[in-house]
Every structure is written in C-alpha cells, then in structure tokens.
C-alpha cells in the first residue's frame, strides 16, 4: 500500500495468496482510499474456489483470471482495462 501510494499505478495485477493479507483485504484498503479507489485491479489467481471469487467480485475487480492464465487474453484484457481508463 505504501509503494501503491508514492507512485500511483495505471492498473494493479493482484493474487489472491499474499503474506501480510489476502488480496481481497488489499483491494478492500485500495478501494477505501479516495485517492486510490479508482484503480483497476485484475485478479491473477490460482483461487477458484466459489465463496472466495464470489468475495472478490463483490468489490468488482476489473478482471479476475485464473492461474495459468491464457497469455493473449490476459493481455487483451490489460489493454481494454488501460484504454477504457484513458477514454
């Protein structure tokens, strides 16, 4: 949150498994700062399990993938993600 924070992102890939907190309480923290809230975060994950991605997707994520993502589409949804912000 801290490096979040000196230099703002244009997009934020994010798992699910981290060591301090899960990435559902970092988009939790990301979207409760005003001056971070409009960040798109797309998932990149190996959870898949219903409750957790259900979880997730309540705080609508700008994209959630699973591990091991498609190359191609991974990226396709990057550039969507950074051009629709852009627009």
């Known amino acids: 949150m ?4 000196k230099k703002r992102p244009d997009l934020i890939l994010l798992d699910y498994e ?7 309480m970092t988009l939790e923290m990301i979207r409760a700062e005003e001056e971070l809230k409009n960040i798109p975060v797309i998932f990149l994950t190996a959870i898949n ?4 991605v259900e979880a ?3 705080l609508k ?14 990226l396709a949804e990057i550039d ?3 051009n ?4």
Not at 2 to 5: A, E, F, L, Q, Y
């Open 2 to 5: 801290t490096s979040i924070g």
């Open 18 to 24: 981290m060591p301090v907190c899960d990435g559902k």
């Open 49 to 52: 399990d219903r409750a957790n």
């Open 56 to 58: 997730v997707l309540k």
């Open 61 to 74: 994520p700008a994209g959630y993938f699973l591990k091991p993502a498609a190359k191609d589409r991974l």
């Open 80 to 82: 969507r993600v950074l």
């Open 84 to 87: 629709s912000v852009s627009d």
